[in-house]
């Protein structure tokens, strides 16, 4: 803010907001100067339209001001041009200290994601800088929980292997082969060399053997406990070579290494101080955290990168922290600048993987216990009539959540049939939890639509909305619910996430589940576990899914699909969504016309 703005304010606060007379003396007083500069600062501020000033003839007489600007509408105006000319640090060190953001500043920001060539950069850098809206809580993988803080581990730490769906074969990162012996009881890794993190430290076989170790420190999902518990011995016969042995063969040991929480740290560093890991990690990965400040984060490309360079150097990403602009069905995203001669748009629509889906609590006594009380509840459900009018999404019924070849959803609509079970077995009052493990959640359309929409079956339902960290806060929210609507959203390997989100310690649905419906979906996973092949492992998680849906122990919702628009600079080239929906920065390059404009 200039010393003029700041004058202004305070002639504001003393005087305004109106009209109001006052001397010249008075004016001088308040600014700390002399009447000849008070004069000067008034006609300043007269010239700028802030202020309509009337002096009296004659000396000390009165004279009259008039404010013809709000303050705070100066205060978004300096913002927006901020953000117009490219000053978007300073920008959002305002947008810091606001309770709430206008509405039009946040439309500024995303209007104009700001794009950095390097033949205009001052420092000859590729740069892109640009808003995020959900706050980074960890850096650590295992600790990760919104999709954001995955697509930005992503960025900064690397695996042994990735899974490719489409193409269904696993990826080399960090190991650039691998083998298994000895009918399957021995798996041998080869490491690429010279691969470095980002503090200048070599990444060996010592340092995957530690992640391994470690992870086995931390809670897991289920899956991985028993795969763990396979695992006898580990050697490392030599720096780049690293061997598993095992007690009985286990053909989907692979998944294990391409989980978003098996990207490899350097674990003594991490556990040296991990509150400061947690916001500055240390990597192997194309970029690397330069800066992480409240609100702001620096990624820059990592000189020493095993694989391709990143194209792009630089990438600046400012929080916004209050946004009162709800989430629309298509999101947009600008990235040109005033120099930008034609514009080239890039959309996609297609299916969000996952899906939001209803469970009833059997670790609480009710009605809702009740053997037909899911089909009915499910038979109850119009969910077109619920959910195709969303307000942030649209939506579709399919069969499955992670299955896109599927037929529609198995579980249709018999309203008639349950309203009068319902009516007669006398339900008039359910407890409803709509649970959050992810900030992207925002359940309050379903909310007042759901609670509508019992109200006319002559059911009331008690609903509220938690956001829940840890199993402890999950279990003891079990106590005080008689239905859960949560959601899940798959990552790259859609296997790992089917068995993370049945597994797991935090898993809604398994700890809504009953003693012996929880044993026997055990069952059922150790036959995905023990697969003999990825594809047979796919089949057997259908059949899986298939036991949850007939018998409504998961009632399936909708599934969400993603709308996204992109305008850039028709020179910008490599753009493209990764799996999180995101941008690949990696890919993103500046292609200069003849006159390298």
């Given at each position: 803010m200039t010393k003029l703005e700041n004058h202004y304010f305070t002639l504001y606060s003393k005087w305004g907001p109106k009209t109001a007379n006052v001397y010249i003396q008075e004016l001088a007083a308040e600014f700390c100067c002399t009447d000849r500069h008070a004069k000067t600062l008034i006609k300043n501020m007269q010239n700028n339209e802030w202020i309509s000033w009337q002096p009296n003839p004659g000396r000390g007489k009165v004279s009259t001001l008039t404010f013809l600007v709000d303050p705070h509408e100066l205060e978004k105006q300096n913002v927006k041009s901020m953000i117009e000319n490219g000053d978007i640090e300073n920008a959002f060190k305002w947008m810091e200290n606001q309770k709430e953001l206008d509405s039009s500043i946040v439309k500024s920001l995303e209007d104009h994601f700001q794009?950095?060539?390097?033949?205009?950069?001052?420092?000859?850098?590729?740069?892109?800088?640009?808003?995020?809206?959900?706050?980074?809580?960890?850096?650590?993988?295992?600790?990760?929980?919104?999709?954001?803080?995955?697509?930005?581990?992503?960025?900064?730490?690397?695996?042994?292997?990735?899974?490719?769906?489409?193409?269904?074969?696993?990826?080399?990162e960090i190991a650039h082969d691998w083998a298994s012996f000895e009918d399957g009881l021995v798996w041998r890794f080869y490491l690429r060399k010279g691969v470095y993190f980002h503090d200048g430290s070599l990444?060996?076989?010592?340092?995957?053997?530690?992640?391994?170790?470690?992870?086995?420190?931390?809670?897991?999902?289920?899956?991985?406990?028993?795969?763990?518990?396979?695992?006898?011995?580990?050697?490392?016969?030599?720096?780049?070579?690293?061997?598993?042995?095992?007690?009985?063969?286990?053909?989907?040991?692979?998944?294990?290494?391409?989980?978003?929480?098996?990207?490899?740290?350097?674990?003594?560093?991490?556990?040296?101080?991990?509150?400061?890991?947690?916001?500055?990690?240390?990597?192997?990965?194309?970029?690397?955290?330069?800066?992480?400040?409240?609100?702001?984060?620096?990624?820059?490309?990592?000189?020493?990168?095993?694989?391709?360079?990143?194209?792009?150097?630089?990438?600046?990403?400012?929080?916004?922290?209050?946004?009162?602009?709800?989430?629309?069905?298509?999101?947009k995203y600008r990235i040109a600048k005033h120099y930008s001669n034609s514009i080239k748009q890039y959309k996609w629509v297609q299916p969000e993987l996952g899906g939001i889906y209803l469970v009833v609590n059997h670790q609480r006594e009710g009605i809702h216990t009740h053997p037909k009380f899911k089909k009915m509840l499910s038979y109850s459900l119009d969910r077109p009539k619920l959910f195709q009018g969303h307000p942030h999404h649209d939506v579709s019924f399919p069969d499955s959540f992670f299955d896109e070849t599927t037929n529609d959803l198995r579980q249709q609509s018999k309203i008639k049939k349950a309203k009068k079970w319902l009516q007669k077995k006398g339900v008039t009052t359910l407890t409803l939890s709509f649970i959050c493990f992810e900030h992207e959640n925002d359940f309050g359309f379903e909310l007042e639509r759901l609670t509508k929409y019992f109200r006319q079956l002559g059911i009331t339902l008690n609903t509220t909305i938690v956001t829940i960290h840890d199993l402890a806060a999950m279990k003891q929210h079990l106590k005080q619910t008689d239905l859960i609507i949560s959601g899940m959203n798959l990552t790259e390997n859609h296997l790992v996430s089917m068995l993370n989100a049945l597994s797991?310690?935090?898993?809604?649905?398994?700890?809504?589940?009953?003693?012996?419906?929880?044993?026997?979906?055990?069952?059922?996973?150790?036959?995905?576990?023990?697969?003999?092949?990825?594809?047979?492992?796919?089949?057997?998680?259908?059949?899986?899914?298939?036991?949850?849906?007939?018998?409504?122990?998961?009632?399936?919702?909708?599934?969400?699909?993603?709308?996204?628009?992109?305008?850039?600079?028709?020179?910008?080239?490599?753009?493209?969504?990764?799996h999180y929906n995101q941008l690949n920065y990696q890919k993103l390059w500046y292609k200069l016309g003849k006159s390298n404009d």
């Open positions: 794009w950095t060539p390097n033949h205009i950069h001052e420092e000859g850098l590729d740069v892109l800088r640009y808003p995020y809206y959900h706050p980074i809580h960890t850096f650590v993988p295992l600790e990760m929980s919104t999709n954001y803080e995955k697509h930005l581990g992503e960025q900064i730490f690397n695996r042994l292997l990735r899974y490719d769906n489409k193409t269904n074969s696993f990826i080399p990444l060996t076989s010592e340092v995957i053997k530690e992640n391994i170790e470690f992870w086995r420190e931390y809670p897991l999902d289920g899956w991985k406990v028993c795969i763990f518990d396979e695992i006898e011995k580990i050697e490392t016969p030599s720096p780049t070579v690293i061997e598993l042995y095992l007690s009985k063969p286990t053909p989907l040991l692979l998944h294990l290494f391409t989980d978003y929480k098996s990207m490899i740290i350097p674990v003594s560093t991490f556990k040296k101080n991990p509150d400061s890991f947690r916001n500055h990690p240390i990597g192997n990965g194309p970029y690397k955290v330069n800066k992480h400040e409240k609100g702001y984060i620096i990624l820059e490309s990592f000189s020493n990168y095993f694989g391709y360079q990143p194209l792009l150097d630089k990438i600046e990403l400012f929080h916004i922290p209050t946004s009162p602009v709800s989430r629309k069905k298509e999101v797991s310690s935090t898993s809604i649905i398994r700890n809504t589940l009953s003693y012996d419906v929880k044993r026997h979906l055990d069952f059922m996973l150790a036959d995905v576990r023990h697969a003999e092949s990825t594809e047979i492992a796919y089949q057997q998680m259908r059949q899986v899914e298939s036991f949850l849906f007939d018998h409504y122990y998961v009632i399936f919702l909708y599934q969400r699909k993603i709308n996204i628009t992109i305008e850039a600079d028709d020179k910008l080239e490599g753009i493209e969504l990764n």
